[in-house]
């Protein structure tokens, strides 16, 4: 290259970087058409396009820069990214921007996919707002507050209304929802229990796709969203549907099944509520003395009433709500092209699922897949990758899902724990999946973790 060349190529390079420090946007776009690798260039002092645009806060420029995949963690003479940048000069909507994007993720942490299987059960749509729970004042204000949604609880299960979707008379059920005006009666009767959910999630312009550059709208910050409880009460189930103005309410029979009906949103607020109230109705005498107890923080802690308690001293796992963690794996044959499916002697004809098994004190998730795999089938396990979770609220575990490789075939079944197992090919799989004329076997329905670990393990090699 030519001194004049090197001369025109830093000068176009200066002449983007000071676009780019004035938010001229069209100057930025106009010079990045021509000549793309500005996108990531560094000027004299160090600094990017993106960095100075977000050091003086020009969103629009920041925002044009990210969608042309403008490298954001390059770093100025003092180590500082343009989120760092525009953080200490108080910018927060491009802060939020740049700390947001997915592809961000996966450089911070190679292999992690944003986009990572969410399981049914496992949709968050409120804010459970902890640092709440132990605050009487603002819990009292929100128990009464006309906008509260209030979901009602019969034997744990709560109360649904149901509709006839689709011409397969696929039933949907929704959850019937109440203002503090209907429940009233309720909240004052010293047997309910009420558990506060949390409040809806806001959505923030920034939280959707299609990007803004106008600031947060006040009206959206100022007004409280609704907050949400579960009350549960042994009122008569019969009484209680007579509140509800929907023709087709009910309470669930079977909750495994009927469960199953709602929303992913509505599905992951029942997930929440019913484990709560299931470590409530089985916890009511103090673990550690047997004494009674009574429940505090909205519905997440139970404290012993007698004053002598060790429970009352430090902090004690069994005053707060509890989770048990279940590995439930696919195991792969040495081969890659079969899987170890078992059923239990409860399950339908022809269902063959995933093993599973509680997870044992002071044993890893690797380890209990081990264990639990030569316990009920005797296939041995070598390596163990974890692939996604699931709060299953039955009542109250934590499906880690994992897939497996064996390192033995052989397959010889705990009769007290499944009936049968055996090795499935990826062909018979692949054609339960996509509901063929003569499966070979049937396997839960999509709701399940179990039902994802086979179709991840399907798709990891083809399209499905
Ligand atoms: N969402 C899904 O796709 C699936 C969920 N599951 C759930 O996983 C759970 C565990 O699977 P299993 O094969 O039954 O486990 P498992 O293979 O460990 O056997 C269950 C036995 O373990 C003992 N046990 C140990 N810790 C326990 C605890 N904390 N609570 C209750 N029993 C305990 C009991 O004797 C029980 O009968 C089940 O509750 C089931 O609901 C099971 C398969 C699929
Ligand atoms: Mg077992
Ligand atoms: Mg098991
Ligand atoms: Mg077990
Ligand atoms: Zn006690």
């Avoid at 396009?49 to 403008?70: D, I, K, P, T, Y």
């Amino acid at each position: 290259m030519t001194s004049l060349q090197l001369g025109a190529k830093e000068e176009m390079v200066e002449k983007f970087l000071d676009a780019a420090a004035r938010g001229d946007l069209t100057l930025v776009s106009t010079l990045l058409s021509h000549v793309p690798s500005l996108i990531n260039q560094k000027g004299d002092s160090g600094w990017t396009g993106l960095m100075l645009a977000a050091r003086n806060g020009h969103f629009g420029v920041v925002e044009a820069l990210l969608s042309q995949g403008c490298d954001k963690f390059l770093v100025n003479s003092s180590s500082q990214t343009a989120y760092d940048i525009s953080k200490f000069w108080g910018h927060r909507n491009i802060s939020n921007l740049l700390s947001r994007t997915d592809e961000g993720c996966q450089r911070v942490l190679p292999g992690s996919d944003l986009h990572q299987q969410e399981n049914y059960f496992s949709r968050e749509m409120l804010d459970r707002l902890s640092g709440k729970r132990a605050d009487k004042v603002w819990m009292e204000a929100k128990r009464s507050d006309p906008g509260t949604v209030y979901l009602l609880f019969s034997n744990l299960n709560p109360m649904i209304s149901s509709s006839k979707e689709d011409e397969d008379n696929r039933v949907e059920s929704r959850l019937c929802r109440f203002r503090f005006e209907a429940v009233k009666d309720l909240l004052q009767k010293p047997q309910t229990l009420v558990i506060f959910l949390g409040v809806e999630k806001r959505k923030t312009p920034f939280s959707s796709s299609s990007s803004s550059s106008s600031p947060l709208q006040t009206e959206e910050v100022t007004q409280e969203p609704p907050a949400w409880f579960a009350i549960s009460t042994d009122e008569d189930a019969a009484e209680l549907l007579k509140r509800c103005r929907e023709k087709h309410s009910c309470f669930p029979k079977l909750p495994h099944r009927d469960l199953l009906k709602l929303s992913e949103e509505e599905a992951g607020v029942v997930a929440q509520a019913r484990s709560v109230l299931a470590w409530h109705s089985r916890y009511s005498f103090c673990p550690t003395c047997g004494s009674s107890t009574k429940m505090e923080e909205g519905g997440y802690k139970r404290r012993c009433l007698n004053s002598d308690c060790r429970s009352l001293k430090g902090v004690h796992n069994t005053c707060y709500p509890r989770v048990d963690p279940v590995v439930i794996m696919l195991v792969i044959h040495p081969d890659g092209n079969q899987c170890l499916l078992g059923r239990k002697k409860i399950f339908p004809t022809g269902l063959f699922s995933c093993l599973a098994g509680f997870v044992e004190p002071g044993e890893s998730m690797e380890e209990a897949v081990r264990r639990e795999v030569e316990e009920e089938s005797g296939v041995k396990v070598g390596p163990v990758s974890y692939v996604s979770c699931q709060p299953w609220p039955m009542p109250s575990s934590l499906m880690i899902g994992c897939l497996a490789v064996a390192i033995s075939t052989d397959i010889k079944v705990d009769e007290n724990e499944i009936e049968d197992a055996s090795w499935f090919t990826r062909q018979q799989v692949t054609e339960t999946l996509l509901k063929g004329p003569r499966p070979a076997l049937t396997i839960p329905p999509r709701q399940t973790i179990a039902h994802q670990l086979i179709r991840h393990w399907i798709g990891m090699n083809s399209n499905l």
